[in-house]
C-alpha cells in the first residue's frame, strides 16, 4: 500500500471548509485513493479523465459535477494528454442549514441520493455553468479576502450552489444522476460484489477471479488500470470505511468490529485503520462523537 490516504484540510474550527480553486492535475499530481469524512464536491472546467467514486467509475469531461458523501471511496484519473482542470470543495455537514417551517427540504438530499441510489455524477447544462462557476469563484474570492464575516458568507455561497444544484436534479428527469459509464460489464459487476461481499474472509483475488470467469492476471491489471488501486488495498478501503460507520453508529467494541470487517489480527486492524485515517479506532471514535455531541449541544 501507498503512504497513508489521508486528505489534509486546514484547522479552522470555525470553517470546516476547504476549496482547491481551478486547479490542474496530471497523473502524477493526483491524490492516491482517499476516504474522508468531509463531503465533498468536484466541477471540472476542462480536461478528461475517468473518476473511480465508491462502485462506480466515470468518465470526466467538461461540465461534470460529483458528487461525494463523506467516507467514500475516490480517486480522479486524469488522462496525461488532456489534464483535468477542476474546482474540488470539502466540509463539514454541519456548514449545510436545515429549515423548519413546514419546509422538508434540506441540501443535504443530493448527497442521501447519490449514496441512496450509488450514482455520484450529474452533467451540468451549458445554460447554467456560468452561475456553478460563479458560485465557486465566490467562495474563492471569500476565502482569499478575508473580510470581516467571510466564514458566514462562504456557508451561505456554499448552501446557495447546493440549492442549484438540488434544484436541477429534482425538477428535470433530464439531469438525473449518471450511471456508471466507463469499464467492461465484469469488472463493474466486482465492484458490486465487494461493495455487498467486502468483509467476507474468503475474498481476494482467485475468489474474484472465478467469480467473474476471467482470468488473475487480467482481472488484476484492468482493475489497477481503471480505479488506480489494487484489489487488496480496495477491500481495506471499504473495511476501513464499513469500520467508520460501525465506531459511529454502534456501540460494538473495537475487536468485534475488526471480526466483522473480516479481521481476525485486531493489531493488523489498528495499523490498518491508523495508515487511512490518521489515528486509532478509539481515538476515532471518541473524537468524532465528542466533534457531533458539540455541534448539537451549540445552539
Known amino acids: 500500500m501507498q503512504n497513508p490516504l489521508i486528505k489534509n484540510f486546514f484547522n479552522d474550527h470555525l470553517l470546516p471548509f476547504d476549496l482547491v480553486f481551478k486547479d490542474t492535475k496530471t497523473p502524477n499530481r493526483e491524490l492516491p485513493e482517499h476516504l474522508h469524512d468531509r463531503y465533498e464536491l468536484v466541477y471540472v472546467y476542462s480536461g478528461k479523465g475517468t473518476f473511480f467514486l465508491n462502485q462506480m467509475l466515470y468518465e470526466m469531461n467538461e ?19 488532456s489534464p483535468v482542470t477542476a474546482t474540488a470543495v470539502y466540509f463539514d455537514p454541519q456548514l449545510i442549514g436545515h429549515y423548519s417551517a413546514g419546509d422538508s427540504f434540506t441540501n443535504m438530499q443530493v448527497f442521501e441520493r447519490a449514496r441512496k441510489y450509488k450514482s455520484y455524477k450529474l452533467v451540468i447544462p451549458a445554460a447554467v455553468r456560468p452561475l456553478i462557476e460563479d458560485k465557486f469563484n465566490q467562495l474563492h474570492e471569500e476565502l482569499e479576502r478575508h473580510e470581516a464575516g467571510f466564514r458566514y458568507a462562504v456557508q451561505l455561497h456554499l448552501n446557495s450552489l447546493l440549492i442549484i444544484i438540488n434544484r436541477l436534479i429534482l425538477k428535470d428527469s433530464r439531469h438525473q444522476l449518471a450511471e456508471s459509464d466507463v469499464g467492461p460489464s465484469w469488472l463493474l459487476n466486482i465492484l458490486q460484489y465487494l461493495d455487498q461481499f467486502h468483509t467476507d474472509q474468503s475474498v481476494g483475488l482467485s475468489s474474484l477471479a472465478k467469480h467473474t470467469s476471467v482470468s488473475a492476471a487480467h482481472l488484476s491489471r484492468v482493475f489497477k488500470q ?17 469500520a467508520k460507520e460501525l465506531l459511529l453508529t454502534t456501540d460494538l467494541g473495537i475487536d468485534t468490529i475488526a471480526h466483522n470487517c473480516g479481521y481476525e489480527s485486531l493489531p493488523y486492524f489498528h495499523k490498518l485503520f491508523k495508515k487511512f485515517t490518521g489515528v486509532t479506532p478509539g481515538v476515532y471514535r471518541r473524537k468524532v462523537m465528542k466533534e457531533l455531541s458539540f455541534q448539537f449541544d451549540t445552539p
Open 63 to 81: 461540465g461534470d459535477f460529483f458528487i461525494i458523501p463523506g467516507n467514500t471511496i475516490h480517486q480522479a484519473l486524469p488522462d496525461s494528454e
Open 226 to 242: 481503471l480505479t488506480g488501486m489494487n484489489i487488496t488495498d480496495y477491500v481495506n478501503a471499504k473495511r476501513i470505511s464499513t
